[in-house]
């Protein structure tokens, strides 16, 4: 069984940047691909990035492409998002998913593990 804690979230003005961490325990972290989802408030949960277990190959929402990085720290079981050019339409709960396997995915379906997400509020 594979815990997620994701840290980073907080509020930021529309420009600014933030920097999510999610840390796994319970599993042999290179095994997993990861990915970050985030829901916006009366919207279904969206794929907003997601990376293979090496960190080779990296898959993003048209939505956040050119301003978030998805990044990954085998080493410290650790995967991270940075996010860059907020804007107010970022604004939800974001999630770390991982899932067992040697590709990509990016649907929520596809995912077995989740962290308990955290707030992410980008103002105008």
């Known amino acids: 069984q594979v815990q997620l804690v994701e840290s980073g979230g907080g509020l930021v003005q529309a420009g600014g940047s933030l920097s999510l961490s999610c840390v796994a325990s319970g599993g042999t972290f290179s095994t997993y691909a990861m990915g970050w989802f985030r829901q916006a408030p009366g919207k279904e949960r969206e794929f907003a990035a997601g990376?293979?277990?090496?960190?080779?190959?990296?898959k993003y929402a048209d939505s956040v492409k050119g301003r978030f990085t998805i990044s990954r720290d085998n080493a410290k079981n650790t995967v991270y998002l940075q996010m860059n050019g907020l804007k107010p339409e970022d604004t939800a709960v974001y999630y770390c998913?991982?899932?067992?396997?040697?590709?990509?995915?990016?649907?929520?379906?596809?995912?077995?593990?989740w962290g308990q997400g955290t707030q992410v509020t980008v103002s105008s």
């Open positions: 990376i293979n277990r090496s960190g080779g190959m990296r």
């Open positions: 998913a991982a899932v067992r396997t040697g590709y990509n995915p990016s649907t929520s379906s596809e995912y077995h593990y």
